[in-house]
């Protein structure tokens, strides 16, 4: 049993180097390069979608910002037009209130045109009314002009009202 | 009732004179021979030849029932791998057999190559792999009716030993370059008056590695078919059928044990093989 037995031992060599030559030759190769392919294509796989779920991440981020920008355009929005609608309405209001105050202005400085020049009239007429009436009263001896110079200086002295 | 005991005490002197017999027919299982006995078939005689004289050696290079039976578990290796090859060349995902296949190629190499050995391992997948299947086959061999392991003769295991001591010899030398290699078997710093011992040492040292090899092997695998024998051995001992479903429970109690044992020696083999390969590569300086 525990004799070596050297002939067992070539045989033993032998059949082993025949063995580790044609499995080299057949088998480990094709199985070997199968299993490192299959984990370079898990591992490769595994990356890909990696980069793809930080793809995604990265897109729902930016859509994310782009919300964001857009909510706040909105805001700015709305805010620039209800500034420019309140600016509109007071300087519609602004610009009513000034014509209507200028108008006003307008109608008294008309007014006032239109009744200084009925006084003028009216103070001529009385001029003549009164002239004339004097002159009847007077017996028209003295001659036109110089009642006329009395009668203007008359009404010199009234008070301009 | 004392018949019978006088029957057993005189089959027990009976025995007692032929206990050289009795131990014989269980060797008779566990040495060469240069013939298949299968019993109760028949036997074959296997072909002789003029043993060689080498170095003052007679080698005899007749084919042995271990050598026949190490030629089956290498057909058995080769036709499974070129098989599982085979569907790989076919597809990358694997199926049922090379699934089964793929689970140890990928242990060895994820589990006991790559570990042990570090970069540049992946060149010692081949042998080390072959190493593994090639001895579990042998091994499980022995658990087949007339199948018989070649891994529980020493000449046998010694071969492999041979072989694994070449490959780390061979691994270290490669990669430190010969004398690199044999200088950094002697550990350094050491006064030259104890350099001529360490030398001696070392050499014992790496001499020591395959012999543990050989001999672990050839012990485990020895040891249970030696066991197997002994059980159903004992319905023949005591001459009676009472015996025999309790050495038959245990017979297969440790034909369980065995399937497990011969797969754990083919991984120890080529576990320890790698480790020294390693050790071989990476010398400490």
């Not at chain 1, 392919?37 to 859509?63: C, F, V, Y």
């Not at chain 1, 929005?77 to 602004?94: C, H």
């Not at chain 1, 020049?117 to 002239?131: D, G, P, Q, S």
Request: charged letters at 20%; a negative charge; proline letters at 3%.
């Amino acid at each position: 049993m525990l004799n070596v037995d050297p002939g067992l031992i070539i045989w033993t060599i032998i059949t082993f180097l025949i063995l580790l030559f044609l499995l080299r030759l057949t088998a480990w190769k094709p199985i070997l390069r199968a299993l490192d392919q299959r984990e370079e294509n898990i591992r490769s796989s595994l990356e890909e979608a990696e980069k793809a779920r930080e793809e995604a991440d990265r897109t729902l981020q930016e859509n994310k910002k782009n919300l964001e920008q857009a909510e706040e355009q909105v805001q700015k929005i709305l805010k620039d037009g209800r500034a420019l609608v309140e600016k509109m309405r007071q300087d519609t209001i602004n610009k009513a209130n000034e014509e209507s105050r200028r108008m006003i202005e307008h109608a008294k400085e008309q007014i006032e045109r239109e009744k200084q020049e009925a006084l003028k009239e009216l103070r001529t007429e009385v001029a003549h009314l009164a002239i004339r009436a004097a002159s009847k009263i007077l017996d028209e001896k003295l001659d036109e002009k110089k009642h006329k110079e009395i009668v203007d200086k008359f009404i010199e002295d009234l008070p301009s009202n | 009732m004392i018949n019978s005991e006088e029957n057993t005490a005189a089959a027990s002197e009976a025995e007692a004179a032929g206990q050289a017999d009795e131990a014989g027919w269980i060797l008779d299982y566990v040495t060469d021979q240069s013939y298949l006995d299968f019993k109760l078939i028949g036997k074959i005689d296997l072909p002789q030849f003029e043993p060689i004289e080498l170095f003052g050696l007679s080698i005899n290079l007749s084919p042995t029932k271990y050598v026949v039976y190490m030629w089956i578990a290498a057909i058995i290796v080769f036709v499974m791998m070129t098989v599982v090859a085979q569907t790989y060349r076919k597809s990358v995902v694997p199926h049922g057999f090379s699934n089964f296949i793929e689970v140890f190629v990928v242990f060895i190499r994820d589990e006991i190559v790559r570990p042990n050995i570090g970069e540049k391992a992946d060149r010692y997948i081949p042998f080390l792999a072959t190493i593994f299947f090639f001895i579990a086959t042998c091994n499980l061999l022995g658990l087949v009716p007339y199948g018989i392991s070649s891994t529980e003769n020493i000449s046998v295991t010694a071969g492999l030993a041979i072989m694994s001591f070449v490959m780390i010899q061979a691994a270290g030398m490669r990669n430190n370059g010969v004398v690199g290699y044999l200088k950094g078997l002697v550990p350094h710093g050491l006064p030259v008056f104890i350099l001529p011992v360490m030398i001696v040492v070392e050499f014992l040292g790496l001499l020591t590695k395959p012999f543990a090899l050989t001999v672990r092997l050839f012990a485990n695998m020895t040891s249970g078919k030696i066991v197997i024998l002994s059980l159903l051995g004992l319905i023949f001992f005591f001459q009676t059928v009472w015996v025999a479903p309790v050495s038959i429970i245990f017979t297969l109690f440790i034909m369980l044990l065995k399937m497990f044992i011969s797969l754990l020696q083919a991984y120890i083999f080529t576990m320890l093989s790698a480790l020294f390969i390693g050790m071989a590569v990476h010398q400490e300086h």
